[in-house]
């Protein structure tokens, strides 16, 4: 076997040289050795289908006879494939424009030249044997050389580099790609002019298309403005732009336009400049700011042009499927046809859609004579006609959707779009792949929550000690290659301020090899669960994190456990139960708060939604269902509505019942713990979901009231008895099982309780009234309440004084009972006895219990009196 190989944290000129190479070695499989850049990645979701990059899991290494290398001879920096280098017979062709160092791997056929960027060594030989390449693989081979030249500015940029991106132009390359994907850091100078034309921004409209104009002045000539204009643009999420700095006695204008309506060449010749389509530069003198501004207005009213539109790019007629339609149906029409997804109508009115994976999905659990209104999506994301390209791409992109509908403004459907048509239309018929497409990860929301925003977030919400432990696992994933991300629960508290001590990390590789490594580094505890590759880490400090591999599940039926394997934290993040805990931050150095938001979570959390990720999500795993309630109520959120709907469903056809009984204990268990509990159980009951755990469950206006009257208690036992633990939701459950008139032996069938709270809650309910007749009596001792009180555990105390809270004579036997009779201790012990004369045995036990109640009922003092004691009690020949 023949492969391509690059280095670790692969960035463009790798990727580039790579395919460069596969283009020249076409029978060879071009894989990446480890992590690759965020830009990279973000390409790859892209175009990843139409390049063709194979996964290391691919490949058999024992099978490898020739490796190309590309872009590095280190044999460090080349992963798992280093194992093999020493390997016999195998060849080894080596393509750089490194220096050579200390570590570089021999071969016998080394192509090593002085050039800006490994890509121009490659496009080399491909000019020369005339080898033909899309314009796609020539826009990433010109991306390659910008990025390692930096736009041609380095010293090591050479003449080659420019002849190679001239080869490359002539056959065709997307500036507008180029700008997304390329990132050069501002100095202060230009950070501050930054930060100015931000303030100034404003969004102006012309003929329907938006324009962004900002401006700023500065006493000195700052160099860089094109620069700046490119970060503006990609911080304000703008396709076009003009931007005026009045440096001393001149304006400096730079004006972009990803968007072929504007020529933003033509216009500033007037003015005296000069550029092409897409970027143009001009000085002016003699105008003042907002003389120049309005002369642009102008200039852009009289040669904006029309652009491609929604209806120039959608395909129509539109197959659609009834809402009585079957998944049986549905499934063959979906294969007939090839479509990844199905507009769904009632009667000539579009109702919903459902995609090839809710098919699946729905099918692989056997609701085969389902119909597809019960399992389609109503969320449903559309344009009109004469909505501009671009902005479908913003909505495919935004909402994570591969396909937007279009309708007219009365709603009848007209058309659709699909990644393919997009693609089409923005790069052409030629790099269009028979796969769909993923679109690279972009959002109006960017500036809200960029990198420095969210590293400012964590720095403000973790600990000194938690930070300090994610920046050492980013360190560690640096140092083995792998992509490391906090998960889950955590980022969405953080996102919305709330406290959470849960700290869930995802590696995108061997998770328990990493926690073996990080725990040794920390010199921790670790605790490892290989079946389902994850592993928990005790920190010194007592900080626990919890490691996973990013991993696919599978349910082979409804509430089954699931099957593991390795995928992308893309994956990963789709397998999670609701989209605000979908969401990832990525820790690895470079990247350390870059946040991964595929789903809309935080569009969500802004919201206020719970939001499942696909239809099927509560039928296989039904315990959602009540995650879904639980943290609607927690943060005050409602369901969105397709995500209630499935929620019914799930309910109906008795999923609940399906959940394992240590499940469906844990789950309530956590929901009693909640801080209004009572508010989830309601909403629960409103649903069907307590008749669903238990029929007998009911919600009566006593059992509320006992549980706001658990709240208040707990605070004054708090403040009173700090350290007397009690666990709310075993007083919670006590109360719901009385309330329901449920025997817990029965309960205990449909929920796997533990053996305390079992135990707790028989004692309750076997001896409660008891005791509280007991401790109604007069002339009860100290060591008569000591007695009858001293094994029962606190839940059981609290519930007397919740239930006698009025009868202050109970209260107050209670109280002397936790604050003074159990904190009794006496003076003398064993070795006193032994020393009086006393032969050791069983009697040393009773003596000194006696001399316990004595002292608790203020009979004895002090030592002398229980040693006097002891001593009268010998006399009488008593012991």
């Known amino acids: 076997m023949r492969v391509i190989v690059g280095h670790i944290s692969a960035d463009f000129d790798c990727l580039a040289a790579m395919i460069a190479a596969k283009k020249i070695y076409p029978d060879a499989l071009a894989v990446f050795p480890g992590a690759i850049e965020e830009n990279v990645r973000k390409f790859l979701l892209l175009y990843g289908n139409t390049l063709g990059v194979s996964g290391l899991k691919e490949i058999d290494l024992e099978v490898v006879t020739e490796i190309i290398l590309v872009d590095?001879?280190?044999?460090?920096?080349?992963?798992?494939?280093?194992?093999?280098?020493?390997?016999?017979?195998?060849?080894?062709?080596?393509?750089?424009?490194?220096?050579?160092?200390?570590?570089?791997?021999?071969?016998?056929?080394?192509?090593?030249?002085?050039?800006?960027?490994?890509?121009?060594?490659?496009?080399?030989?491909?000019?020369?044997?005339?080898?033909?390449?899309?314009?796609?693989?020539?826009?990433?081979?010109?991306?390659?050389?910008?990025?390692?030249?930096?736009?041609?500015?380095?010293?090591?940029?050479?003449?080659?580099?420019?002849?190679?991106?001239?080869?490359?132009?002539?056959?065709?390359?997307?500036?507008?790609?180029?700008?997304?994907?390329?990132?050069?850091?501002?100095?202060?100078?230009?950070?501050?002019?930054?930060?100015?034309?931000?303030?100034?921004?404003?969004?102006?409209?012309?003929?329907?298309?938006?324009?962004?104009?900002?401006?700023?002045?500065?006493?000195?000539?700052?160099?860089?403005?094109?620069?700046?204009?490119?970060?503006?643009m990609d911080i304000l999420n703008?396709?076009?732009?003009?931007?005026?700095?009045?440096?001393?006695?001149?304006?400096?204008?730079?004006?972009?336009?990803?968007?072929?309506?504007?020529?933003?060449?033509?216009?500033?010749?007037?003015?005296?400049?000069?550029?092409?389509?897409?970027?143009?530069?001009?000085?002016?003198?003699?105008?003042?700011?907002?003389?120049?501004?309005?002369?642009?207005?102008?200039?852009?009213?009289?040669?904006?042009?029309?652009?491609?539109?929604?209806?120039?790019?959608?395909?129509?007629?539109?197959?659609?499927?009834?809402?009585?339609?079957?998944?049986?149906?549905?499934?063959?029409?979906?294969?007939?046809?090839?479509?990844?997804?199905?507009?769904?109508?009632?009667?000539?009115?579009?109702?919903?859609?459902?995609?090839?994976?809710?098919?699946?999905?729905?099918?692989?659990?056997?609701?085969?004579?389902?119909?597809v209104s019960v399992y389609m999506s109503e969320n449903i994301i559309s344009v009109n006609p004469k909505t501009p390209v671009l902005e479908v791409q913003e909505l495919m992109i935004r909402y994570n959707v591969g396909r937007v509908l279009v309708l007219s403004r009365h709603g009848k459907l007209k058309g659709i779009i699909t990644r393919t048509d997009l693609i089409r239309s923005l790069h052409g018929e030629m790099d269009i792949s028979r796969e769909s497409h993923f679109l690279f990860e972009k959002s109006k929301e960017r500036y809200r929550y960029s990198k420095e925003k969210i590293k400012t977030l964590m720095y403000q919400y973790f600990s000194k000690d938690a930070l300090s432990a994610l920046l050492q696992i980013g360190k560690t994933g640096d140092r083995l290659g792998y992509s490391v991300f906090m998960v889950g629960g955590i980022v969405r508290d953080l996102l919305l301020g709330v406290t959470n001590l849960d700290i869930d990390i995802v590696i995108e590789e061997d998770a328990i090899k990493f926690a073996k490594y990080f725990c040794k580094r920390v010199k921790g505890k670790i605790k490892i669960h290989h079946k389902f590759k994850t592993a928990a880490v005790l920190l010194p400090n007592g900080i626990k994190i919890d490691f996973a591999s990013a991993r696919r599940e599978f349910y082979e039926f409804p509430a089954a456990l699931p099957e593991v394997e390795f995928a992308s934290i893309k994956k990963d993040l789709y397998r999670r139960d609701f989209t605000i805990n979908a969401i990832a931050i990525q820790l690895n150095q470079e990247y350390f708060g870059k946040i991964l938001d595929f789903y809309g979570g935080m569009r969500d959390l802004e919201l206020k939604k719970i939001r499942i990720l696909y239809s099927l999500s509560f039928t296989e795993d039904p315990t959602r269902i009540i995650r879904a309630v639980r943290f609607e109520k927690r943060y005050n959120f409602s369901m969105e509505y397709s995500t209630e709907k499935f929620l019914a469903k799930a309910v109906k056809e008795g999923l609940i019942s399906r959940i394992r009984k240590k499940r469906l204990s844990e789950e309530l268990l956590i929901i009693l713990k909640e801080r209004d509990p009572i508010k989830i159980l309601k909403r629960m009951d409103e649903l069907g979901i307590l008749a669903g755990i238990m029929p007998q469950f009911s919600l009566l206006p006593g059992l509320i009231s006992r549980f706001k009257q658990i709240e208040t208690f707990f605070k004054y036992w708090s403040d009173r008895f700090p350290a007397e633990r009690v666990n709310k939701s075993v007083l919670y459950l006590f109360y719901l099982i009385q309330f329901s008139k449920l025997d817990i032996r029965k309960l205990t069938k449909k929920i796997e309780l533990n053996k305390d709270i079992v135990e707790t809650i028989t004692s309750i309910i076997e001896y409660k009234d008891d005791s509280i007749e007991f401790l109604k009596r007069k002339n009860l001792t100290p060591s008569n309440i000591y007695y009858f009180l001293h094994n029962k555990p606190n839940e059981f105390l609290m519930t007397i004084m919740l239930e006698e809270g009025k009868n202050s004579l109970i209260k107050e036997r209670v109280e002397n009972f936790l604050e003074i009779y159990k904190k009794t201790t006496i003076f003398i012990s064993g070795s006193d006895l032994t020393d009086l004369g006393m032969k050791p045995g069983p009697v040393y036990a009773k003596i000194l219990k006696l001399i316990f109640y004595l002292q608790m009922n203020g009979i004895l003092h002090n030592r002398v009196e229980e040693i006097n004691f002891i001593k009268k009690m010998l006399e009488k020949g008593i012991v």
């Open 72 to 232: 590095t001879r280190q044999r460090d920096r080349i992963g798992q494939f280093e194992t093999i280098i020493s390997k016999k017979d195998l060849s080894i062709i080596i393509y750089d424009h490194h220096p050579s160092t200390e570590n570089d791997i021999s071969s016998a056929k080394n192509i090593i030249e002085k050039v800006g960027a490994t890509t121009t060594i490659l496009l080399k030989k491909i000019i020369k044997d005339n080898i033909p390449i899309t314009p796609l693989e020539s826009t990433l081979f010109a991306l390659g050389i910008y990025e390692d030249t930096g736009s041609l500015s380095f010293p090591t940029t050479a003449k080659d580099d420019i002849d190679a991106l001239s080869f490359l132009f002539s056959v065709g390359v997307d500036l507008r790609t180029i700008n997304k994907f390329t990132n050069i850091r501002l100095n202060p100078e230009q950070k501050k002019l930054l930060n100015q034309l931000i303030t100034t921004s404003r969004e102006l409209y012309f003929k329907g298309i938006s324009v962004l104009f900002a401006n700023a002045g500065a006493k000195e000539y700052i160099e860089g403005l094109a620069l700046v204009t490119h970060k503006l």
């Open 238 to 371: 703008s396709d076009i732009i003009f931007v005026l700095v009045k440096m001393k006695n001149r304006i400096y204008l730079v004006a972009r336009s990803n968007r072929n309506s504007v020529n933003v060449g033509k216009i500033l010749k007037t003015l005296g400049g000069g550029g092409h389509n897409q970027a143009a530069s001009a000085v002016i003198r003699d105008l003042s700011l907002e003389d120049a501004e309005n002369r642009i207005k102008k200039l852009l009213e009289k040669h904006i042009k029309s652009e491609t539109l929604a209806k120039n790019i959608m395909t129509t007629p539109v197959k659609t499927l009834d809402v009585n339609t079957t998944i049986e149906e549905a499934n063959k029409i979906m294969l007939r046809y090839g479509h990844n997804g199905f507009p769904v109508m009632d009667n000539g009115r579009l109702v919903g859609i459902i995609t090839r994976q809710e098919i699946y999905k729905a099918k692989h659990h056997n609701y085969e004579q389902e119909t």
